[in-house]
């Protein structure tokens, strides 16, 4: 690096320099909004100072049962408050957070609280039994379990391990932090979903979260005393860090526990929610709940979508809601959302369906990040911006993970090329945005041509009777591969039959992209709301 002719005496000192971390912002918010609203769930409402209080005693707890500095602590939890004071009392007794998928199985938890060598566990009451059962098939040392008890949600405490609260009545609420001393030290580890194989453990640090923070606030133009919804689980990418950045606006998170359309509708009305994020799944759950369910706003309500490409039916469907729908793309190895698909103000005039159809890309990088493009495979040169050329999305930038946790092989092919490798194929378009095209284990070869599962997807959102789908490749022998859509209908509906799906298809789409075979299912899903294709691939290939 250049330097100036003299600078000496010109260094890092602790006037000049401080780790990043977003611990920072919730400390910050103690002494500037202590008593705004930060943490809400049914009856129960914890002030700023309060909710800081309750995570020193976390951090303080922790610190007496024998965590010490980067040793993990897991969960196993859905959204209520102990997971969210979790994301600050982890990391602030100087440990490492692992928040885990409450649909994992046993095995899946046990391969985790092994690989991770997780200490402590926090379990709400209803996951205990799987916990337990994990426990048993664990090679190592079984983490102490600390059940998290929700009696107002029909959980209450077994009496068979230290409840939370009273591990939080032990801890002191004047505890002091452990800040990072180095902003690379590990804030996190999330586990990858693991579809195929055992999941990867995704390490996160303190810097690449706090620009998350930053360039979320930036990008989603929030402004002063938001009040989110979490419906994006928080054991996903952290809840998309928004946990960690809403204390640096003084806004409000309502955990909401229960994700159905009614909970949901209620949450926004009594709590005035602003804000909120959820997969394409959740958006298709309210635009079809039931008309005693649906509620109607005056204010705004902005929405992040993530975890696959919405159809344009289904921002046309938000949209008529009152929800102000931005898509956003990421992954767990770049700690959630790193592109957004800002809408420029020449698209509001634009013909409603194309404009939808603008809307479904993924975007541009968000501020924090330093260079998003679409790739050649072989040589890893750009494509052309022709919105034609497939390759793949590779990213750079401060919130990419440090690696796979004990997995140097799957980190160095991550990385390999000086970016890392999402695996999505996507095209660029004139203008820069990117737009997915599919992931590279669903795209469906017929016949030598590539077929879109997504394109496929989005004609079949466009049926009035569709209420979700999911396109995957079918063996074949005559093309090698065919594209078998499974669909999953809106209720009270009559059903359509295989060859009406057919030729709805083939009014929007070349022939040999047209589903050969339809079936009409309910579709698996993971908890974050996204299809599960290997399952259907499966089904598929017996067909």
């Known amino acids: 690096m250049a330097h100036m002719a003299d600078e000496t005496g010109l260094d890092k000192c602790a006037a000049n320099y401080v780790a990043l971390t977003p611990l ?26 309060e909710y800081h209080a309750r995570c020193s005693q976390l951090a303080s707890a922790l610190i007496k049962h024998g965590i010490q500095a980067g040793e993990v602590v897991s969960t196993i939890c859905p959204n209520i408050p102990a997971i969210v004071e979790a994301n600050f009392g982890v990391p602030a007794s100087g440990a490492v957070l692992n928040t885990i998928n409450t649909r994992l199985d046993a ?15 926090l379990v709400d009451t209803q996951f205990l039994p799987v916990a337990l059962d994990a426990i048993k098939l664990m090679d190592g040392t079984a983490p102490l379990i600390i059940e998290v008890a929700d009696e107002a949600a029909g959980y209450p405490a077994t009496g068979d391990h230290l409840e939370y609260e009273d591990l939080i009545a032990q801890g002191d609420p004047n505890h002091e932090w452990d800040m990072p001393s180095d902003e690379w030290d590990a804030i996190s580890l999330n586990y990858t979903s693991g579809t195929t194989g055992r999941p990867k453990g995704v390490v996160c640090h303190h810097r690449g979260a706090y620009l998350m923070t930053m ?6 133009q929030i402004g002063l005393y938001p009040k989110y ?25 309502t955990c909401c526990r229960d994700i159905t359309a009614a909970a949901i509708f209620n949450a926004i009305e009594a709590e005035g929610i602003t804000h909120f994020g959820g997969a394409p799944i959740v958006l298709n759950t309210l635009i079809n709940a039931k008309a005693d369910e649906k509620k109607s706003f005056a204010h705004d309500i902005n929405v992040l979508t993530a975890g696959a490409p919405p159809s344009p039916a289904t921002i046309k469907g938000a949209e008529a809601l009152g929800f102000k729908i931005m898509q956003v793309y990421g992954l767990t190895e770049t ?9 420029p103000d020449d698209w509001a005039q634009l013909p409603a369906e194309e404009r939808y159809a603008k809307m479904a890309r993924v975007g541009v990088q968000y501020p924090m990040m330093e260079d998003i493009d679409v790739v050649d495979q072989d040589t890893r040169k750009p494509v052309p911006r022709d919105g034609r050329t497939i390759g793949e999305i590779v990213i750079r930038g401060n919130s990419v993970m440090k690696g796979y946790y ?6 160095a092919e991550a ?9 999505d194929i ?85 022939g040999f992209k047209c589903p050969k075979t339809v079936v009409f299912q309910e579709l698996p899903k993971t908890s974050t709301g996204k299809i599960q294709k290997f399952e259907l691939r499966v089904v598929a290939k017996g067909l």
Not at 215 to 220: E, H, M, R, Y
Not at 230 to 252: A, E, K, R, Y
Request: aromatic share 8%; hydrophobic share 40%.
């Open 229 to 253: 919804l979490t419906i994006v689980p928080l054991f996903h990418c952290n809840g998309w860090n928004h946990t960690w950045m809403m204390p640096s606006l003084g806004g409000q998170i």
């Open 406 to 411: 004990k997995n140097p092989s799957a980190t």
């Open 215 to 220: 360039g979320t606030a930036l990008s989603w």
């Open 107 to 121: 095995d899946t938890i046990a391969y985790i609280f092994d690989h991770a060598e997780a200490k402590i566990a």
């Open 415 to 423: 990385f390999n090329g000086g970016a890392f490798r999402s695996g």
């Open 24 to 49: 920072s912002h919730l400390n910050r918010a103690r002494d500037v909004f202590p008593n705004r609203d930060a943490l809400v769930y049914g009856a129960r409402r914890h002030t700023y100072a």
């Open 335 to 343: 700690y959630g959302h790193v592109t957004e698909a800002v809408e």
């Open 426 to 510: 996507a095209v660029r378009h004139a203008d820069g945005y990117i737009q997915i095209t599919d992931r590279m284990k669903d795209i469906i070869i017929s016949g030598g041509e590539n077929i879109s599962s997504v394109e496929v997807e989005n004609t079949l959102m466009s049926h009035p009777a569709v209420s979700l789908c999911a396109v995957v490749a079918k063996p074949d022998e005559k093309w090698g591969e065919t594209p078998c859509a499974f669909i999953e209908l809106k209720d009270g509906v009559a059903q359509p039959t295989q060859e009406d799906i057919i030729a709805h298809t083939r009014a929007h789409l070349s």
